[in-house]
């Protein structure tokens, strides 16, 4: 099939690779525009434009796709679907209907839970036992069209959510690989959603990543790992004399009790109830390190962390 596919980050090259590898026609891709990045401000590609290139497949990187004449440009592609996995632009009506067979989204949630931006971290964050990914024909509202293949995927206890999201993404290309065979065969077929369960996963701010230790030991737990690694849920200490900002990538239930924030010892820290030892943390200007080693690095620990 004449497929234009639709991404930006890490987690889409897989399903692009996938499409690839699997026959299809990939007569175009379309990403986000290259961004400055790292000290000298250079402009630098997304993973899927560099992916793009390396298969030879022309790549497209407007700024909207809601002009008269980008919607032209799409609609000679003459495809016969578009795979959108994370672009990061709404695709508006005219987009949605260029493609014979409409536009297909790959989605980090089992809908209707964890509809939107953030479904991946919102789940872990939540505490959820399981999420999944689904393949979903996009419509104009928000993550709320009819749903084709899921697949189940389980949330251990102390994943992160940058384990599951690399869990996600190769479930995911595999999961739309077949969907498009299955499309192709004329035999994928499409249910709406059910009305009830609806969340939404609302964009990750960053006020919300310092770490409230008057929380109950498991949400705080739950907000570390559905924070790593980023943009990493964090606290601050006092380090000789002056506040040091620390991020905490991984940590894990505890026994003991205190006022919150109090450190119990070995980085155990004592919530609103219960308590949360650290198990990898990352000083501001610092690699990622266990615990132990940033002990070693700072002498004498504070008996209370903010």
């Known amino acids: 099939m004449r497929v234009v596919f639709m991404g930006t980050p890490e987690f889409s090259v897989p399903t692009l690779t996938e ?21 000298g401000q250079a402009e630098r590609k997304s993973p899927v434009h560099e992916a793009a290139e390396g298969f030879g497949i022309p790549v497209f990187t407007p700024k909207s796709l809601k002009g ?90 102390d994943m992160t959510a940058g384990e599951l999201h690399d869990q996600m993404m190769r479930v995911g290309a595999d999961l739309m690989g077949r969907a498009l065979a299955a499309l192709e065969r004329g035999s994928l077929d499409f249910k709406p959603q059910p009305e009830d369960g609806v969340t939404y996963a609302k964009k990750i701010e960053k006020a919300e990543s310092r770490i409230d230790w008057s929380w109950p030991a498991d949400e705080v737990h739950n907000h570390i790992r559905g924070l790593s690694p980023f943009p990493g849920a964090w606290f601050e200490v006092e380090l000789g004399g002056k506040p040091v900002r620390v991020k905490v ?10 006022a919150p924030g109090t450190v119990l010892g070995d980085l155990t820290i004592a919530c609103g109830n219960g308590a949360v ?13 266990d615990t132990a080693t940033f002990l070693r690095g700072i002498g004498t620990m504070p008996g209370i962390v903010q």
């Open 19 to 39: 499409i690839v590898s699997s026959g299809h026609e990939v007569v175009a891709v379309y990403t986000r525009a290259p961004k400055p990045a790292g000290r």
């Open 68 to 157: 008269l004449d980008e919607q032209g440009v799409f609609a000679l592609h003459d495809a016969d679907v578009a795979i959108v996995v994370a672009y990061g632009l709404l695709l508006p009506k005219a987009i949605l209907e260029a493609p014979r067979m409409g536009c297909l989204n790959l989605h980090g949630s089992l809908l209707p839970r964890w509809r939107g931006a953030a479904p991946i971290q919102r789940a872990v964050m939540a505490g959820d036992a399981q999420t999944g990914i689904m393949v979903m024909q996009m419509d104009e509202g928000l993550d709320t069209g009819a749903v084709a293949l899921g697949e189940v995927i389980a949330i251990g206890p």
């Open 249 to 258: 990538l991984r940590s894990s239930l505890a026994e003991g009790s205190g």
């Open 277 to 289: 030892r650290l198990v990898q943390v990352q000083r501001e200007g610092k690699s990622a390190m």
